[in-house]
């Protein structure tokens, strides 16, 4: 397969990108509607996704007449129940919290904290809450609109995007044996459909997979990331991944000629990706892509949206997804009625809008506030090192202390360097970017954890609404980091901000 050139449908796309932004703030290419264009990292469960409904769903509403918080119906959320497996995250309901100060909340696995809400109207405004559980973590979903009905209006909206997303975006996703045995009730039932990625992955080097236009706006963001990273952002980077997981399952390092092997397979150039008219037949089956063979079976569109790969090489668009998810979710959330709102999923969170004066107590900032865990106590997310202030952002922090893997009693980093095949220096221990888009801190902070803290401030530094906040553990010799991410007991940290970061943060007596 040959090499993929810079492609004019990306550089079109960027184009438009650039366009909706400056008018909307988040709304992006993807027609009229306006849907985000946006730019994560654990595995989903195997096997088809539960559709997800107000069942078993906790809920906080606020109101600004009686500033009273509810939970209407069932009090709590069992993964077993929903048929997703062992009960790992319990969704949890985020209040206001205090009423004096500007509160905080944290946000899951990358220790984001953030406080809430938003921007007031002609009806007296309300607050929902929701959390549920999708892509083996907890998102949460936040929407101030003008009476209950808007407001639930918002969050349901919110709720679709992410099923669609995460349908598609998955590459953990698989088919049930009846999908893959061609039975025809199987195939037109979308439980047990693979998702889009899997497809993808699934024909390398065979054919080219039918996907979603959502599948390769994603793919032309990560692409664009790679692009401005230099490689150190690389979708494809998953035999190396891999190579490394097995590795440490065998607790030894990886041999060079095992490494060697594994970079031959990356690259987001070789990514092909055609767009183009293809027919339908009558009947609505597919038609086979140009001089690649054919697809699996699955509808397509007058203009299809076809991506492939060499054999051996794999896509995960993890890096980017839980940021592009979350702008479009909130996207959709503006859409339906929401005049404020936020979307957090694990260490990505997009917050738009500011708090209306009805909801707000005391001396509450309308600002968002979202804090930023200290890396030295990996264990203890209320402690923080910093709060920021957030309005029409997407904010990501990724820590090398919160996942990675230990080979002969030392740590190792979970992001592995596309370009040298081994894992990212763990001593950058945290990684906070915020942007307008939450996918673009999404994979930037993947990327400047590969770049170090040098070359990534200086990055930041060349780019327009873009900020960051490195924090880096300075090791004496002789230390390490503990295989649990934590560093040694005492040890320095040192703070690197881009320019204009200094002016997002929050005093503590703000």
Known sequence: MPALPPAPWVRAWSAARGRARRSSGTAGPEGAEGASAGYNDAPAAAGALPQMTNDGIRMTIQTAMTNEETEPGVTGFC????????????????????????????????????????AGCSSPPVELVEARLAMDTEVMVRAIAPGEAAARAAVAAAWRELDECAFRLDCYRKPSEAWLKGEEQALKDPAQRPSDVWLINHGAGTWSAAVDPLVTTCIAAAREMWELSGGAFDPTVGPLVDLWKRAAQEDRLPADEEMAAARALVGMDRVEVLIADVPRTPSGADMAPPERGAPPPGPLTALAH??????????????????????????????????????????????????????????????WTVGVQDPRFPGDPTRLYARVRLKDQGIDTSGHYYRGFTIRGRRYSHIIDPRTGRPADVRLASITVVASDAAFSDALATAIAVMGAEKGLALVDQLTGVECLLLEVRLKEGESIDPDGAPPPGAELIAHRSKGFKALEVSPAD
Request: charged share 20%; with cysteine.
């Open 79 to 118: 993964c077993k129940a929903a048929g997703i497996g062992d009960c790992r995250i319990r969704p949890r309901v985020y209040t206001r919290g205090s009423t004096t100060g500007a509160p905080c909340f944290l946000i899951g696995a990358a220790a984001l904290t953030a406080s809430l809400l938003l």
């Open 306 to 367: 076809m991506v492939g790969l060499e054999r051996g090489m794999q896509l995960d668009l993890g890096g980017i997804a839980k940021g592009y998810i979350a702008g479009r979710m909130a996207s959709r959330m503006k859409r339906a009625g929401a005049t404020a709102g936020l979307v957090a999923a694990a260490g990505d969170v997009y917050a738009f809008g500011e708090r209306p004066a009805a909801l707000l107590k005391g001396g509450a900032s309308q600002f």
